[in-house]
T-cell receptor, first 112, second 112 residues
């Protein structure tokens, strides 16, 4: 199966600064890469995803980039706000698989 | 329904008792997954359903854990003879054709 590594495990940023979370995957056959945000005590929610036929996708203050050659993808949050504080999980799906492989999560804290 | 519904939201049980956790998927979502999340930890895969069948049960921690799905809809996760290490949040997720998971709010299980 797929193996996804996520870094860093914790990230503290000043409000207004940018946050970047990086994930690497092991199988070049993976073709779908979603990101989930989990606020304290809440369910994980899909915030953005990217498929292997594109290199970058943006939605307001969040963006995801994919480097298929290097087998890594990153989440970028610009102009961070206190409500961005949460745990973020990356995931990858093999083209012939059914089950997302999740990273271990990154706890993001935005300091006011 | 509009979202994935899980019940109960909280369950406190005595060690050794059996518990049943329920998941109502989004209508039409044929794929259903159970995950476990211990406090401050990542997402641990338990079992995957496609329709009523479970082609992947590889994540079930022991034979005390079982799950079923009927009518391609509601799923029940049963834990027999609960132990304190079973205490966690149990999350259900469902998926349609676009691969992305929609998570339920989870059941917080506490074994005392």
């Amino acid at each position: 199966g797929e193996n996804v590594e996520q870094h860093p495990s914790t990230l503290s940023v000043q409000e207004g600064d940018s946050a970047v979370i990086k994930c690497t995957y092991s199988d070049s056959a993976s073709n779908y890469f979603p990101w989930y945000k989990q606020e304290l005590g809440k369910r994980p929610q899909l915030i953005i995803d990217i498929r292997s036929n594109v290199g970058e996708k943006k939605d307001q203050r969040i963006a995801v980039t994919l480097n298929k050659t290097a087998k890594h993808f990153s989440l970028h949050i610009t102009e961070t706000q206190p409500e961005d504080s949460a745990v973020y999980f990356c995931a990858a799906l093999l083209s012939n698989d059914y089950k997302l492989s999740f990273g271990a999560g990154t706890t993001v804290t935005v300091r006011a | 329904g509009a979202g994935v519904s899980q019940s109960p939201s909280n369950k406190v049980t005595e060690k050794g008792k059996d518990v049943e956790l329920r998941c109502d998927p989004i209508s039409g979502h044929t794929a259903l997954y159970w995950y476990r999340q211990s406090l401050g930890q990542g997402l641990e895969f338990l079992i995957y359903f496609q329709g009523n069948s479970a082609p992947d049960k590889s994540g079930l921690p022991s034979d005390r854990f079982s799950a079923e799905r009927t009518g391609g809809s509601v799923s029940t996760l049963t834990i027999q003879r609960t132990q304190q290490e079973d205490s966690a949040v149990y999350l259900c997720a469902t998926s349609g054709l676009n691969y992305g998971y929609t998570f339920g709010s989870g059941t917080r299980l506490t074994v005392v």
